[in-house]
């Protein structure tokens, strides 16, 4: 015999999903696109921080700040499905299509952060941990819960959690902060909302059904796009002046100035031709724009380039 | 039990809950290790 809370629970299961989950759709609510982000930019802090890190200390680093990420994004599932069911590009969200129960992503990011938080301050300090748990509580209650459908600067500030990753790769090495650190913070920071809001351009009404305030819905199509050319001029120089900042040589300032030229050229054809195609396009390079800057980091200080600072004088 | 040939996801998450957690598991003892050695 089946007891009666049993038979009640398996009732509910069925009317709100976590039935039919399968081991995709779990992976599918750590949202990987956002988790390759964190990981990269993470990496990247572990690799530039002065210093060196046991290599299975540094993989678990990177490992936390992966899982970290990815149980934001189970309790934004969570938090959103309502919304997330009502626009096209969310719909088949986990949650959002009912195979997951909500009370099941949050139970399982709620868990994920735990574990990512208390690794990560056992495997390198506690103030690496500290700032991990602080960027998941600031993307869950001030970006999720808070900020995201009260107002248009949503993604300006709720961008800070995902700009994170590289200073708590800096911190989990030297166990302190430093100026670099902060320029890359700075660069994912101002970088986030021209990529959102290049997507929100060809998106709003979907925004506008569910009631989500992005700038283009409250302040209309031609003041966002001079703000994104704004913001795109404040993460050129950003990108700029982290290789004097941290040490960094010819290759990674040439490839700025190369991939900023372009991502500056494509906001303005953005504000010049306002149209959905041309704003989805500056979307998908703002992604390739941001990988690259790293990815130049990374390979800048693999190589040995001298600094360009050592370079001047 | 006759197989009907469907996979059953209640038993692919399971196995991979189990997988995920012994990775844990040997995370855990081989950050233990390097902590232990002074890393």
Known sequence: MVPQESSAALLHSANHGGSEAGVRDYWTLLKPNVMQLAVFTGAAGVYLAPGRLHPILAVTTVLCMAVGAGACGAINNWYDADIDK???RTQYRP???GRVAPAEALSFGVTLSILSVMLLGLSTNWLAALILALTIVFYVVV???WLKRRTCQNIVIGGAAGALPPVIGWVAVTGSLDWAPIIMFAIIFLWTPPHFWALALSRTDD??????PMLPIVVGRRATEK???SYTVAVCLAAMALAPIAGLGWLYCLAALITSAYFLLLMVRVLVDDSDAVAMSAFRFSIVYLFA???AMILDRALGVAPVSVMIT | MKS???KNPLRARNVALGFALLAFVVLVYLVTLVKMSGG
């Open chain 1, 207 to 212: 925004y506008r059904r569910v009631g989500v």
């Open chain 1, 143 to 145: 970006y999720t819960m």
């Open chain 1, 293 to 295: 800057l790293f990815f």
């Open chain 1, 227 to 229: 703000a994104m050319v």
């Open chain 1, 95 to 97: 949650t959002a299509a």
């Open chain 1, 86 to 88: 009502r626009m096209g």
């Open chain 2, 4 to 6: 009907t040939g469907h």
